[in-house]
Nanobody, 127 residues
């Protein structure tokens, strides 16, 4: 069993910042890329960002590029999503996931390339 627990969501005003965390536990793969996705009401789940096992490769959705950063601390089995300059359209439930590989790049922008998912954390950006 693999567990992923997200935290750090909440309510923030437009232009504000939040930092999401996701800690993995259980029988995780020896090496794995991780990603963040989000889903707004009435919309499909969409890719936000991914990071390789080493942390040396990251890839972002165009909608968040330049505003969000992703990082990880493998000693803590934790991945972070720093979200700056938040907009109302960033409002969604944010999910972290463990990928079916350990390298980075656009390949891991597809949800089908992820094996394990967290329960999500709500982010609401007020205008």
């Amino acid at each position: 069993q693999v567990q992923l627990v997200e935290s750090g969501g909440g309510l923030v005003q437009t232009g504000g910042s939040l930092r999401l965390s996701c800690q993995a536990s259980g029988r995780t793969p020896s090496r794995y890329a991780m990603g963040w996705f989000r889903q707004a009401p009435g919309k499909e789940r969409e890719f936000v960002a991914t990071i390789s096992w080493s942390g040396g490769s990251t890839y972002f959705a165009d909608s968040v590029k330049g505003r969000f950063t992703i990082s990880r601390d493998n000693a803590k089995n934790t991945v972070y999503l720093q979200m700056n300059s938040l907009k109302p359209e960033d409002t969604a439930v944010y999910y972290c996931a463990i990928a079916n590989g350990y390298y980075g790049g656009a390949y891991f922008s597809a949800p089908l390339n992820y094996a394990y998912w967290g329960q999500g954390t709500q982010v609401t950006v007020s205008s």
